[in-house]
């Protein structure tokens, strides 16, 4: 028989973590329904772009997808932006703990509404500020032209450091640094060191002040549709793509800084805990900004799973 | 009369929205630039003033411009096509290919247009609004079934007007305001002018290569 | 077998005479309704979201910029300037026509409109002074095409719309081959017209060569505007096209007042006309990309080249005779956005740079506008001189041969267009 085609897109290169972990889970599903689920990549946006996938996976011309979480508020599912909240996330682990507890389950849940299957979450990073000038303290972000990704939540924070957000897609980005139109970006490492970004930016601050994931999502009617035994092989595989995602994706980051630091182009800067607690006060009253979007009860119950504290800061 | 009015405001639509998107950049770029001018008291002015949605909202209204655009282009015949096949074949033939094209694009038009209608349908029953100005995006996407069913419309009216009067709205790549008649040299061979290569009304059959089509000069 | 279906489908349509736009989209829809389970929908969606992109929006930006400045006294000012440089020598007001198409290509992104601008101004003036009208006419469409070679550049706007390269990196790579053409142009007209004994103009004292210059330096600010613009970091490409449009508003409005109010209306309307017919063809480029790639048809394609071996070398040389064949028939814009896609994967996987590979294309695109039976130049010239397409492409011939003589060049030296990019650190 004709075997089940699932087209996953994803607007990244093959050899970044969430390209080798598509490519991971193709492999492994293939083989565990042997055969009868055969799924096509289609990676760097050559399919659907970032602006249109989320309409492209509702629409059924695309089945799979694993947009960044940012990408969601616009699509009426603004309560995603809580991974953009400054600072709320000190580690992976507390990342995990929200995503695969209530809370992941309640926000991937929310999808259903829109016809749209939420499976997983997947790491990409936290995101780093870098620029042509040396930041240390919040203050030093003071009228910098920071490039980012198209997202509310972070506009947000950027505004409240005083800097001015640019938004600008990321092929752009190197050439906007080089020449000056931008004066710094946030990026996780392995965005910085793939892009390039060391050749023209001179500071790197390992500010880790916000988390950078993914949502794999699938057709809700489509997904529905499948027997459901493949389904069942396929949510397995998904897990274990998820954790080879998140293993590649922590390892990247930690081996492209190391990178960054060879090159000796750009100095990463590390921040000692009383600096880092001035951005954390800093950045707090984007948390304020954004709960009439995310959801005060949500908030709270992000701060409970991740053990945050806003009084003592 | 509306169709006057119509042609009216197909024009005044598009001609203020490539005027307006231009004036939205060059205040968003002057707004950036004095951003990052070293003096504070201009910077706590302008620091403040968020300029983020000029972008999206320039994107918007020129792709509505295309959109109106593309119609407006039908009534002038800017839409080129590979005409030189067809521009060798004797009148008649000719002309039934011409109305073919026209018809076709019609068809096109028609056909994007109803889709167009369904996807904002479709997307009107969601809650997505735009990343920036957090828009709904039906709206935005109305640009598609409206500027599309409009150019179908143009296809009819010019395949209408073709077969009736036998002439085709034709863009003039070479014609600049401003530059006087005068200044053409005295020695033009005016027969010359006609280059039978692109899809031009019988009326100009006067102008020569006329044989092909059955015309005297 | 599908890709020959979309092809043999494709050119059935287009040789019917229907606009290229129409013809492309109807392929999309015939084949995504009789053949796939694609849901038709993602047609209305990828018809709105094809062109809804920044870098897409320099193109009308740049057709602005260049209709105010087509209107205005700018090209006449650029003129003069030209001709006090270089009208003495053999050839006069000729060279001094590739002179100020080289100028004016350096402001403005196309080439259509640089025939335009400075053909409707000095072919006359050179019929006065008694140069055949072929020589004037075989400069002008030649030299016209340095419009999409010298930065900036709607040709290479499209490139990298297609292919997802730095259109700032493409712009400088433009310049270094944009000036060796311009100047070997200007040694064919010099060579021709010594043979010929064409006449010159009277030699320009310092003082007149200063006051031409001092006439037409807001016309060349403007170069500084966009290059310099993008290059010091004050504007991205996009950025650059709508100020150099607001710029040329300005000087021809106010500094050089060529311009009245109630003219502005027609300017921005003409300008939206000819965005509008450009992103459209986008569109429906984009729609039949979006189609092949959902048929794999790139892939296959480049599979297939590979598999028979071709080098760099020869893989380059199918390029060229492919694009120079489509320039027969198609107009730039679609060449680029149909033929960009197909074509760049097997060049990088050969490891030809992609700006050299764009630069490539828009010579290819160069030499396409000045010869029949499609070519825009030469539309554009014959609508200025009255003559026939047949006698024009006669007139063209010398000018033609050296083009493609310099597109050999092109290909086969890559640092030719990489140098400058390179030494600038953009890549
Ligand atoms: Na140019
Ligand atoms: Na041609």
Redesign the pocket.
């Known amino acids: 028989a004709q075997p089940i085609v699932i087209k996953f897109s994803h607007v990244v290169a093959v050899d970044t973590p969430k390209g080798q972990a598509a490519a991971y889970f193709k492999k492994i599903a293939e083989e565990r329904t042997k055969g009868r689920v055969k799924i096509d990549i289609y990676p760097n946006s050559q399919l659907f772009k970032d602006k249109e996938e989320l309409e492209a996976l509702q629409l059924g011309s695309v089945h799979m997808l694993a947009p960044a979480t940012s990408k969601f508020g616009p699509m009426g599912a603004k309560q995603f932006e809580l991974f953009e909240l400054p600072y709320v996330f000190d580690s992976y682990d507390e990342v995990h703990k929200v995503a695969e507890g209530a809370v992941g389950k309640q926000l991937l849940r929310s999808l259903d509404s829109k016809g749209i299957t939420g499976l997983a979450f997947w790491d990409n990073g936290f995101r780093c500020m870098s620029a042509n000038k040396k930041i240390v303290t919040p203050n030093d972000m003071r009228g910098l032209k920071m490039r980012i990704s198209s997202s509310k939540g972070i506009d947000a924070y950027m505004r409240q450091l005083g800097s001015v957000p640019q938004v600008m897609s990321f092929g752009e980005v190197y050439q906007a640094m080089q020449t000056g139109v931008v004066d710094g970006a946030e990026n996780s490492p392995s965005n910085f060191y793939t892009q390039k970004m060391h050749e023209v930016q001179k500071y790197y601050t390992n500010t880790n002040h916000s988390y950078s994931g993914y949502a794999v999502i699938v057709n809700k009617k489509f997904w529905d549709g499948l027997p459901k035994e493949i389904r069942g092989t396929l949510e397995q595989a998904l897990r274990d793509a998820t954790a080879y995602n998140n293993k590649i994706a922590a390892k990247d980051n930690d081996e492209s800084l190391a990178k960054v630091k060879k090159t000796g182009k750009t100095q990463v800067i590390d921040l000692t805990p009383e600096q880092k607690k001035s951005w954390k006060k800093a950045m707090l009253p984007a948390h304020k900004k954004m709960e009439d979007k995310i959801g005060k009860d949500l908030i709270n119950a992000v701060y409970r799973e991740t053990g945050f504290n806003p009084t003592t800061l | 009369m509306i169709l006057t009015l119509l042609d009216r405001l197909e024009e005044w639509l598009i001609t203020f929205l490539i005027g307006a998107a231009t004036l939205i950049i060059f205040v968003a770029v002057v707004h950036r630039f004095g951003c990052s001018v070293p003096v504070p008291a201009i910077q706590d002015l302008l620091i403040p003033i968020n300029m983020s949605w000029a972008q999206e909202l320039c994107i918007y209204m020129f792709v509505w411009m295309a959109k109106f655009g593309a119609a407006y282009g039908v009534r002038t015949g800017i839409h080129v096509g590979v005409d030189v096949l067809i521009n060798r074949l004797p009148g008649k033939t000719r002309n039934k290919f011409i109305i073919f094209g026209l018809l076709a694009g019609a068809l096109f038009t028609g056909i994007v247009g109803t889709l167009g209608s369904n996807f904002v349908w479709h997307i009107a029953h969601t809650e997505q609004v735009s990343a920036e100005l957090e828009i709904p995006i039906w709206m935005v996407y109305l640009a598609i079934p409206c500027g599309s069913y409009l150019m179908c419309f143009r296809f009819l009216q010019v395949t209408w007007s073709f077969i009736c009067t036998g002439q085709l709205p034709h863009h003039d790549h070479s014609h600049v305001d401003g530059i006087e008649e005068e200044t053409i040299p005295p020695d033009v061979n005016w027969l010359e002018m006609d280059d039978n290569l692109h899809p031009h009304d019988l009326k100009h059959k006067k102008l020569g290569n006329g044989s092909k089509e059955g015309g005297g000069k | 077998m599908s890709v020959a279906i979309i092809f043999g489908l494709l050119i059935a349509l287009m040789i019917t005479g229907m606009p290229i736009s129409i013809s492309l989209g109807l392929t999309v829809l015939s084949f995504l309704f009789t053949m796939t389970d694609v849901p038709i929908q993602s047609v209305a969606l990828k018809l709105f979201t094809g062109i809804e992109k920044f870098e897409i929006m320099a193109i009308p930006f740049f057709i602005l910029a260049g209709n105010f400045l087509t209107h205005g006294g700018v090209a006449r000012r650029m003129i003069s300037f030209a001709s006090s440089l270089v009208g003495h020598w053999h050839g006069g007001l000729g060279l001094a026509g590739v002179m100020a198409c080289a100028l004016f290509a350096a402001v403005s992104g196309s080439s259509p409109a640089t025939v335009v601008a400075i053909g409707a101004i000095i072919l006359p003036a050179m019929v006065k002074q008694g140069f055949p009208r072929n020589f004037g006419a075989g400069i002008i469409t030649t030299s016209g095409a340095l419009g999409i070679l010298i930065p900036p550049s709607i040709c290479m706007v499209m490139y990298s719309i297609a292919t997802n390269t730095s259109v700032g990196t493409l712009f400088m790579a433009g310049v270094v081959p944009g000036l060796l053409l311009a100047i070997v142009l200007g040694l064919v007209a010099w060579y021709r017209a010594r043979k010929y004994n064409y006449p010159r103009l009277p030699k320009a004292s310092w003082t007149e060569r200063f006051r031409a210059f001092r006439e037409s330096i807001w016309g060349l600010l403007l170069i500084l505007v966009v290059m310099g613009g993008i290059y010091s970091g004050v504007f991205t490409p996009t950025e650059a096209a709508a100020m150099a449009a607001v710029y040329s508003f300005v000087v021809c409005m106010f500094i050089y007042k060529d311009l009245s109010f109630k003219d502005i209306p027609k300017v921005l309307l003409n300008s939206a006309n000819m965005s509008a017919m450009l992103l459209y063809i986008i569109t429906n480029a984009v729609l039949f990309s979006y189609l092949m790639t959902s048929e794999n048809v790139p892939q296959m394609m480049a599979e297939w080249l590979i598999a028979m071996g071709l080098g760099p070398i020869a893989f380059l040389l199918v390029v060229n005779g492919l694009l120079l064949l489509a ?3 198609m107009e730039p814009a679609s060449i680029v956005l149909i033929m960009a896609p197909i074509l760049f994967p097997v060049a990088t996987k050969l490891g030809i740079d992609p700006v050299h590979f764009g630069i490539l294309i828009t010579v290819n695109m160069e ?9 825009l130049n ?1 539309y554009v010239a014959s609508g200025i001189t009255k003559m026939g397409i047949t006698e024009l492409t006669v007139a063209v011939w010398p000018w033609l041969l050296s083009m493609i003589v310099f597109l050999g060049l092109v290909t086969y030296w890559p640092a030719l267009s990489l140098w400058l990019p390179r030494m600038l650190g953009m890549m």
């Open positions: 320039g027969n028939v030499v396409g506008m000045c010869h029949p039976p499609v070519g030469l």
